[in-house]
């Protein structure tokens, strides 16, 4: 089947189909849309002159041909359109990185009602986004990882994303969302922290790149920054004299970081000036980098304003911010550093397996929203996993998707490998995986056990361990609980309380032994041999 198009439309096509393209997986297209043979394209970009009416109207159209997997060629002066079967080389996630607010990634956008603006500019041209990161502690965490994730997908729409980290930020301490002023932080507390965020970021990149970005073309290198860079430049009279000048008292007081602090528990100058830090921040990143948009957590807001407010006064230009809605406990309580309720990214502070277990034990209300949140699986992907969860609701499928893909994203194949392992030794009762685990991972995956070092003296009984471990207060209640089947060495369940401990069969060649009492309660025995 061929469709015959007017001159007009097809020169207005061949330029809006470059970026419309990389809408849909599906389409196809092929690079003879750009060879008008004989039609040089206009050098202006037609959608310019039309009306947005008439622009949406032509968009609407490529959209349609090209999701009918339509190959648009130009034949003499008169073009046709085709069925093909050619898939696109290139894909890029949707350009208009304003599709994440269906996958709820996005909560505000300032200027208010700026989306057709920034809709346009994310189709027209590749965008540079930033987001910062204070190291106040040397990881960081599944709030802060929503964020990432946002700057992952403009990546993934061909953006150049900048990860900053608040060297300079840090030491003056972000007041939003604190009831109080924040402790100094040593120099060589500093630069562990930094150190400490910059290689889980670098590892975030990287594994994304490894294990979730399937196309051949590469993803645009990001860029991973400190603010220290540009301050360690930059004079005290300088600053106040530049940029301080651009900033208003009433709306600084008026930024709610500021307010609540001023009827609570008061603040000091040095974070009432943060606002000004983050401001700078991005002008210096707007003036180096053309960078239009910063995003954050929506405890951001009134930080990103003020940026916004200096670059338009600083440099006559607009830029947009965007928001990530916060990740909260069930309680209602945002995750975070200071909220002491943090899940790390480090895998020394929350393992793969305790990174893993937090994802799998999502409650069914919210795993599909934290799948389109935490993962790059399809939305069309979701619904059938949650489909699958309907029809099988035990095998907990979405959760099990969700725990995979979080822990592979942050600490790599391996790290889920490991998560894997624990996984099997804790629930699967599997004595083979505890005998392939390191002391170090018992001692991780059964955290909160008590851990006791007793001497492998020749005939010792398992009722003589149990009691020399502490496992039970008196014998008595050792005799009873055993013989009724309460008691587990690696695994196995031993009723008899006069069995000798053997080092073939009740110690693991790692010589430790792992005991259970009950369904829940857990000793582990490091053999002195
Ligand atoms: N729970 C969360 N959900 C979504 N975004 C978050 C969450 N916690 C922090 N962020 C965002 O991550 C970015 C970096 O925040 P930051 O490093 O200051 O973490 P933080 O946990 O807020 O630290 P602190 O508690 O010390 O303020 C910010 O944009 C912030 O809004
Ligand atoms: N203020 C942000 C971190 C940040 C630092 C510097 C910036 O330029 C941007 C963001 C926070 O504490 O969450």
């Not at 170090?440 to 009722?463: C, H, Q, R, S, Y």
Request: charged letters at 20%; hydrophobic letters at 40%.
């Amino acid at each position: 089947m061929v469709y015959y198009y007017s001159l007009l439309y097809l020169d207005l096509l061949c330029h809006v189909v470059d970026p419309v393209l990389q809408y849909d997986q599906s389409l196809v297209i092929t690079k003879a849309v750009d060879n008008t043979n004989g039609h040089s394209r206009c050098r202006r970009n037609p959608l310019e002159s039309l009306s947005f009416h008439q622009s949406f109207v032509v968009r609407k159209m490529c959209r349609c041909l090209l999701s009918k997997r339509w190959l648009v060629a130009t034949v003499g002066r008169t073009y046709n359109v085709s069925h093909s079967h050619h898939r696109l080389q290139r894909f890029y996630s949707n350009r208009n990185v304003l599709k994440l607010y269906e996958r709820q990634i996005i909560q505000n956008m300032f200027p208010d009602n700026s989306s057709n603006e920034i809709i346009d500019l994310l189709t027209k041209r590749n965008q540079c986004v930033y987001a910062g990161f204070d190291p106040t502690a040397d990881s960081l965490h599944i709030g802060n990882l929503l964020v990432i994730i946002n700057l992952l997908h403009w990546q993934r729409a061909n953006h150049k994303v900048i990860a900053l980290i608040g060297g300079a930020t840090a030491q003056i301490g972000d007041p939003s969302g604190k009831s109080k002023d924040r402790d100094k932080q040593s120099s060589q507390m500093l630069s562990h922290n930094i150190k400490g965020i910059t290689r889980s970021l670098q590892s975030i990149f990287d594994n994304h790149a490894k294990y979730f970005w399937k196309q051949k073309d590469p993803l645009p290198e990001p860029i991973i920054i400190n603010n220290m860079d540009w301050y360690e430049g930059i004079g005290v009279i300088d600053f106040m004299n530049n940029i301080g000048r651009h900033f208003r008292m009433g709306t600084m007081l008026s930024r709610d970081s500021v307010k609540t602090r001023l009827f609570g528990s008061g603040m000091s100058f040095t974070e009432f000036t943060y606002q000004t830090f983050q401001a700078y921040d991005w002008l210096h990143l707007f003036k180096n980098y053309k960078c239009s948009f910063q995003i954050g957590g929506n405890d951001q807001m009134g930080n990103i304003m003020s940026g916004q407010e200096l670059i338009s006064r600083q440099a006559n230009a607009q830029v947009y911010g965007l928001t990530v809605p916060l990740i909260t406990t069930d309680s209602g309580d945002k995750y975070g550093k200071s909220a002491h309720n943090a899940v790390w990214l480090n895998s020394d502070r929350t393992s793969p397996f305790e990174l893993y277990q937090f994802m799998i034990r999502t409650i069914d209300a919210d795993v599909e929203k934290l799948l389109k949140m935490f993962t790059f699986l399809s939305l069309p992907e979701i619904a059938e996993l949650m489909r699958r969860h309907q029809a099988t609701p035990d095998k907990r499928i979405p959760h099990e998707s969700l725990a995979r893909q979080v822990t592979t994203l942050v600490h790599g194949e391996e790290g889920l490998q490991e998560a894997l392992v624990a996984t099997s030794a804790l629930y699967d009762n599997s004595i083979e995986t505890l005998s392939t685990l390191s002391v170090n991972d018992i001692l991780k995956i059964f955290n909160g056990a008590t851990v006791v070092e007793l001497m492998l003296e020749p005939g010792l009984t398992v009722l003589k361990m149990a009691m020399n471990a502490k496992c039970f207060l008196t014998d008595r209640d050792a005799y009873r609980i055993i013989s009724a089947g309460g008691f587990y060495i690696n695994h196995q369940r031993i009723t008899k309380i006069d069995e000798i401990v053997t080092l073939s069969i009740h110690i693991l060649p790692n010589k430790i032994s792992l005991v259970r009492v009950g369904k829940r309660n857990y000793w582990i025995v490091k053999w002195i041999m």
